[in-house]
């Protein structure tokens, strides 16, 4: 697990957890991470690709830089969702999730998706097949396209899956902004988990960060983390 810390001289501290694949290098996430910036001390999560053990290898390593942090506000992405619904830790503000992955879309029936799980396998060989610039963002780029996780494995869906069954309660400080068009995470999850007071949808792909329109839902996303849900 990286943390890269980004300090423009704000007083308060934002830990930004990113989703499966993000990295600080793209220029979406970077483009997000300048704009908090103006606001925040940023810490910026960019977690494994391929883990097989998802309290060990993506939630502890967040939960023990978190307690480092004396009080914090949280934005998290895609996995980053799913690690950060499971996090509980002193000094956590308000909870911000884009596209959280409480849920895959994957035409997949669930018993074979079961099954695949099941086998004893942790070599990435299963195409991912989503992640292309239509499902990531109008705004995506050739970078972050080649730079994708290209497959997965059945110990990582595995994983995946135990953490999205073993959710907590949606939390009452909670704000969620997503895309009702993402193929990559199921935003009824999102819905399950959350009222619709504090859902706020937006147009485009699964990362904010990379679709048009962007500026202005963003600021949405920080006067939220800043104020909390009454915000929306």
Known sequence: ???????????????????????CRHENVRWLVDRLAREYRV????????????????????????????TFDLLAHSAGGLTTAHLDADGL????????????DLPIPRPVLEAVAALPVSRPFIPVGALERDALGDLATERQVVEAPSAYSPAFVRTVMRA???LPPGREDAVAFCSLTDT??????VGARL???????????????????????VEAVVEVLRHGPRAL
């Open 93 to 104: 503000g308000t909870r911000v999730y884009l596209s959280p992955w409480w849920d895959s």
């Open 1 to 23: 697990m990286q943390i890269r810390v980004f300090d423009d001289g704000a007083d308060r501290d934002c830990l930004l957890v990113l989703g499966w694949g993000n990295r």
């Open 184 to 189: 990559v995470v199921d935003p009824r999850a």
């Open 43 to 70: 810490h910026a999560v960019e977690l494994p690709t391929h883990i097989t053990d998802f309290e060990r290898e993506w939630l502890a390593p967040v939960a023990e830089y978190a307690a480092g942090l004396d």
């Open 195 to 217: 009222p619709a007071d504090r859902i706020r949808l937006y147009d485009g792909g699964h990362e904010l960060f990379s679709s048009t329109g962007r500026e202005e839902t």
């Open 164 to 166: 999205q069954q073993s």
